[in-house]
């Protein structure tokens, strides 16, 4: 009878190798896990703004208010800053990829939200304008994944791809003038498309007209980096004189807020492109009053998102 072939145990160099080949396949799909999560993370940014004439105000979202500069200077905001410029100031934002912002004499501008979208890392800033002027520009070769909306108490301007201006000309009014691209203005339940060219005066309590705009310079001027500003001639510009008629006001009824059964308290339900801002001013209040009552279930205002509900704190007496 032929002699058995006793049994011999696997080498232990073998197995060590299997096993190293293990943990490095391991490591590997971590490392990828973590690389798609971060890929997939908006990114925060920071703006550049620059001085270009008189003297531009910085308050840091949290650290107080900088020392005045003046023209020349530059500093980097993010969320949260707030930019006010001189009566003779111009200045103004870089976001770095073309996208810029010139701030006319007497501006207040506060940045309400700024990152990267991503995959395509496309622009997206909300920034709420209190007063003066900004021109907008956002290049057209890039529009995917771009939005920039400036938040008004009147209205909200949104854009992507576009340049166009935007002017709080009084406690009631806003003026918007579109020069390339399209832009939409929304006040309460109304929402108006504006095309190059066209310009609209958002009025409280009047319906969004579309008007032919006056003619623009092209490019829309801004200060020269040499300091001088270069001034646009004074155009007056025709303003809607139309009123809500009956069937208008069915058209466009007062926002209704939802309230919980039971509970005399105020409730909004979180719509797609609301802001803190936005729904803000729905309300009368100040956004960190919104944000403070609902601190329990939204810890940052950047974790807003559609179908949440926000309590309505009452105004102070």
Known sequence: MPSKTPFQ???????????????????????????LAQRNRPLPIAAELRVLQGQA???????????PYTAGAATRLQRGDEVHTSADG??????????????GPQAHLIILELYRSPIVRGLMASLALEQGKVIVRLPRWRPEGMRVAI????????????????????????EVIVQEGKVTVSMGEQSLTLQAGQAVEARLGQPLVAIGAPALPSPIPTPSRSGTAQTPPSQAIPTATATL????KTLFPPART??????????????????????????????????EANKATLPRPEDLRAGQQLLIPRPSP
Do not use: H, N
């Open 151 to 174: 938040e008004t108490r009147i209205a909200t301007v949104e854009a992507s791809g576009t340049a166009f201006q935007c002017e709080v000309l009084d406690k009631e009014r806003i």
């Open 258 to 291: 939802p309230t919980r059964p039971g509970d005399d308290r105020i409730y909004y339900t979180v719509q797609p492109g609301d802001t803190l801002y936005s729904i803000a001013r729905r309300y009368g209040l100040p956004w960190e009053a919104i944000w």
């Open 90 to 103: 111009q200045a103004e934002l870089d976001f770095g990829e073309g996208e810029t912002i010139a701030l």
């Open 9 to 35: 145990p696997p080498r232990p160099r073998r197995r060590a190798a299997s096993l190293g080949l293990i943990a490095l396949s391991l490591i590997a799909l971590v490392g990828i896990w973590q690389w």
């Open 245 to 248: 008629t009956d069937l208008q």
């Open 57 to 67: 105000i910085v308050s840091r979202a949290d650290a107080g208010q900088d020392p």
